[in-house]
């Protein structure tokens, strides 16, 4: 098959994975160039590198910096990674023309039926993550979970204190929990009865 149904399947793909999967969700448009750029990029280069004199080590050296670098110029979640590796991967199929037609575009479809299960908002919707600062300071995970299960109307899974300061009175806790089927928010009245507070860091 010509190198160009590569190219025009490789290009629908990071077209699907971006905009019909990545920015209803994430709605972060910095990164819709970082995605395409990155799987042209990456797509371009390992077509060249089918059709030259160069060694497989050397190529996914230069991929292993570009993606070091990446990551490290700014601050991407778990999620926004696995993007960035799904555009990559994407890339990688679309620019070996040398392989079986039926066998890399079904692998394309395959990461991007991957993104859109494992990154769906109705899976596991009640699932949540936070780290947050308390207003007391907490010296046994059992105190700070008891403290949150009251605070977020939830049932906590697990509460992982980061960092306790007994001068400030005040906890950093990473909090993994599942919100009831019918979650009432504490309202100001009843944290302040209770006395605690709580702010999440972002």
């Known amino acids: 098959m010509p190198v160009y149904a590569?190219?025009?399947?490789?290009?629908?793909?990071?077209?699907?994975?971006?905009?019909?999967?990545?920015?209803?969700?994430h709605r972060r448009r910095d990164l819709i160039v970082a995605f395409l750029s990155i799987n042209v990029g990456v797509m371009g280069v390992t077509y060249a590198m089918t059709n030259a004199d160069i060694?497989?080590?050397?190529?996914?050296g230069i991929f292993?910096?570009?993606?070091?670098?990446?990551?490290?110029?700014?601050?991407?979640?778990?999620?926004e990674i696995a993007y960035y590796?799904?555009?990559?991967?994407?890339?990688?199929?679309?620019?070996?023309?040398?392989?079986?037609?039926s066998l890399s575009f079904t692998l394309m479809a395959v990461l991007l039926g991957v993104i859109l299960v494992g990154d769906n908002p109705r899976?596991?919707?009640?699932?949540?993550?936070?780290?947050?600062?308390l207003d007391q300071a907490f010296t046994t995970e059992e105190g700070a979970?008891?403290?949150?299960?009251?605070?977020?109307?939830?049932?906590v899974h697990r509460a992982t204190i980061r960092k306790v300061d007994l001068l400030n009175e005040s906890t950093v806790v990473d909090v993994r929990?599942?919100?009831?089927?019918?979650v009432e928010r504490p309202t100001v009245e009843r944290v302040g009865a209770q006395g605690v507070a709580a702010e999440v860091a972002r």
């Open 85 to 101: 590796f799904t555009a990559i991967a994407i890339g990688l199929l679309g620019g070996f023309p040398a392989l079986s037609a």
């Open 177 to 182: 929990y599942t919100l009831h089927a019918q």
């Open 64 to 79: 292993a910096v570009l993606s070091i670098i990446r990551l490290r110029s700014t601050e991407m979640d778990h999620a």
């Open 6 to 25: 590569f190219i025009l399947a490789d290009l629908i793909a990071i077209s699907i994975m971006v905009f019909g999967l990545y920015f209803p969700r």
């Open 123 to 133: 899976l596991l919707p009640r699932s949540r993550q936070q780290q947050m600062v």
């Open 55 to 60: 060694s497989l080590g050397f190529g996914m």
């Open 145 to 155: 979970r008891e403290y949150l299960e009251a605070l977020l109307g939830a049932t």
